[in-house]
């Protein structure tokens, strides 16, 4: 059983920057997709960004593209997902999770995912 843990979130002000992490223990999986999803109030959840681990495959929503990155360090069994630029749009509850194979089809399609971890709020003000 894959548990994550995401840390890193906070306040900010609009155009401020923050760096969220996730940290899966239980991992044995040497190549797997994570990734990164988010929910506002009243909102769906939405995928940001993931990655494919062992490739470095990554993939963004078309709103967070050329502000947010995605990156990780195996060593670490961590994700890491830096945002730059931040709007107001862009606070949510953060969650980070895990698929157990590098076969997937929708990378930012959180049925695609079968661990979660307990999320993160990301508050940016204007």
């Known amino acids: 059983q894959v548990q994550l843990v995401e840390s890193g979130g906070g306040s900010v002000q609009a155009g401020g920057s923050l760096r969220l992490s996730c940290v899966a223990s239980?991992?044995?999986?040497?190549?797997?997709?994570m990734g990164w999803f988010r929910q506002a109030p009243g909102n769906e959840r939405e995928g940001v960004a993931a990655i494919g681990t062992g490739v470095g495959y990554t993939h963004y929503a078309a709103s967070v593209r050329g502000r947010f990155t995605i990156s990780q360090d195996n060593a670490k069994n961590t994700v890491y997902l830096q945002m730059n630029s931040l709007k107001p749009e862009d606070t949510a509850m953060y969650y980070c999770?895990?698929?157990?194979?590098?076969?997937?089809?929708?990378?930012?399609?959180?049925?695609?995912?079968?661990?979660w971890g307990q999320g993160t709020q990301v508050t940016v003000s204007s």
């Open positions: 239980g991992d044995t999986y040497s190549r797997r997709w």
């Open positions: 999770a895990h698929r157990g194979s590098m076969i997937i089809s929708r990378p930012l399609e959180d049925q695609e995912y079968n661990s």
